[in-house]
């Protein structure tokens, strides 16, 4: 079955305090991976995709790894306006457009 | 770029009511829109695909008679709650497609409250 799966669920640190999210999925040909973040309220905002394993992108302090099984986010000296929900998903091997969606990370930075 | 906006951002309506809720994307063209909704402290739930200058293809589940999706343009797709009750109540959130890519660009959503 094809499926997202992240983890922690929720994940608190304190500013500066450097750390990583994880996205395991189970998909038949892996064409993209996408990470998103999410505030309250709001809708998502992209931040990478991935395509193959060994691909690595950054943004500012984020940084996004991919291997064969699973893509990590990993934040580096994180600050309070880092707090968010963080969305793995994967594009679905049935649709060139459609994602399989993770349930997200929700990341708080205590200043 | 790839900016998308959505109107409103909040509604509320009485049940029995209908609801229109407009997603554009500002600063390219989009083929392909998506409606979803999300409920509290869950993921993002697909409810349809929206192809300019033809039907949605409603994912299964998802009442095609209850939630009437237009795609007029290239820039504009609509998302219509018929006969809302309280049960539509969600946050709805569209996205657009990015040209060239696989990549979804969403609008800031739309909280619709039905009392």
């Known amino acids: 079955e094809d499926q997202v799966t992240q983890s922690p669920e929720a994940l608190r640190l304190q500013e500066g305090e450097s750390s990583s999210l994880n996205c395991s999925y189970t998909?038949?040909?892996?064409?993209?991976l996408f990470w998103y973040r999410q505030d309250p309220g709001k809708g998502p905002e992209f931040l990478f995709t991935l395509y193959s394993a060994g691909e690595e992108k950054e943004k500012e302090r984020l940084k996004a790894t991919l291997t064969k099984k699973e893509s990590f986010l990993h934040i580096t000296a994180p600050k309070p306006e880092d707090s968010a929900t963080y969305l793995c998903a994967v594009q679905a091997p049935y649709s060139n457009y459609q994602l399989i969606w993770g349930a997200g990370t929700k990341l708080i930075i205590k200043p | 770029g790839a900016v998308v906006s959505q109107h409103p951002s909040r509604v509320i309506c009485k049940s029995g009511t209908s609801v229109k809720i407009e997603c554009r994307s500002l600063d390219f063209q989009a083929t392909t829109m998506f409606w979803y909704r999300q409920f509290p402290k869950q993921s993002l739930m697909l409810m349809a695909t929206s192809n300019e200058g033809s039907k949605a293809t409603y994912e299964q589940g998802v009442e095609k008679d209850k939630f009437l999706i237009n795609h007029a343009s290239l820039t504009l797709s609509t998302l219509t709650v018929t006969s809302a009750h309280p049960e539509d109540s969600s946050f709805y959130i569209c996205s657009a497609l990015g040209k060239g890519n696989y990549e979804q660009y969403f609008g800031p959503g739309t909280r619709l409250t039905v009392t």
């Open positions: 998909v038949s040909g892996l064409r993209g």
